[in-house]
């Protein structure tokens, strides 16, 4: 089973829409969760960081499932400019700091 | 807002041919780490540093790589003798440490092994 999975897109949606993400990942001791958006060749930036409580920021809401081993993420009223690759990232072991990467989910948000 | 910074941006070097890659990291950030991208693939670690000495490293970190804190602000990572496999995006990372674990990754150096 692969580390940390997401579905790789692309996902078409028009400006405006709400588009939701999955990632489900393999070890259940895993402690910290991301999202990072990527665009085309350039680094990952932190999106933000999913709690357990699940959390908000704008127009950008995390969710975490750690019985399921689940996170989301729920773009709501997408703009042109949320076009890029959503890195799904779990740290993925207690003392370890390494980042373990989702290969990422492809948004094209059209107008 | 502080950033981390690398260079060069691009790097092309012939197969067999040492290349040392060079980052600063954000200046009050104690962890710094190492990945890399195969283009259309996902992002790989491959080592992190604290404290002058690698503290974490994966598979992929063998021994044609090192990594220096030659000073107070430059992270290196040295391949010794590249492969054409090494072709990639190398990003380096920090973090502050001290239970703030979030990773700032700086803008990468696209190498290209011939």
């Known amino acids: 089973r692969k580390e940390v999975e997401q579905d790789p897109g692309p996902f078409n949606v028009p400006e405006g829409a709400t588009v939701a993400f999955n990632c489900t990942y393999s070890n259940s001791a895993s402690q910290s969760f991301f999202w990072y958006r990527q665009d085309c060749r350039k680094e990952p930036k932190l999106l933000m960081s999913?709690?357990?409580s699940g959390n908000e920021d704008g127009r950008f809401t995390a969710q975490l499932n750690r019985a399921s081993q689940y996170i989301s993420l729920l773009i709501r009223d997408s703009k042109l400019s949320d076009s890029a690759t959503y890195l799904c990232?779990?740290?993925?072991?207690?003392?370890?700091?390494?980042?373990?990467f989702g290969s990422g989910t492809r948004l094209q948000v059209q107008p | 807002e502080p950033e981390v910074t690398q260079t060069p941006s691009h790097q092309v070097t012939q197969m067999g041919q040492e290349v040392i890659l060079r980052c600063v990291p954000i200046?009050?950030?104690?962890?710094f780490y190492w990945y890399r991208q195969i283009l259309g693939q996902k992002v790989e670690f491959l080592v992190s540093?604290?404290?002058?000495?690698?503290?974490?490293k994966s598979e992929i970190f063998d021994d044609q790589f090192s990594v220096e804190r030659p000073d107070g602000s430059n992270f290196t990572l040295k391949i010794r003798s590249t492969k054409l496999e090494d072709s990639a995006m190398y990003f380096c990372a920090s973090s502050k440490g001290l239970g703030q674990e979030t990773q700032y990754f700086g803008p990468g150096t696209r190498l290209l092994v011939l």
């Open positions: 990232v779990v740290n993925m072991d207690t003392g370890r700091r390494a980042l373990t």
């Open positions: 999913v709690y357990s």
């Open positions: 540093f604290y404290n002058n000495e690698i503290s974490e």
């Open positions: 200046s009050n950030h104690l962890y």
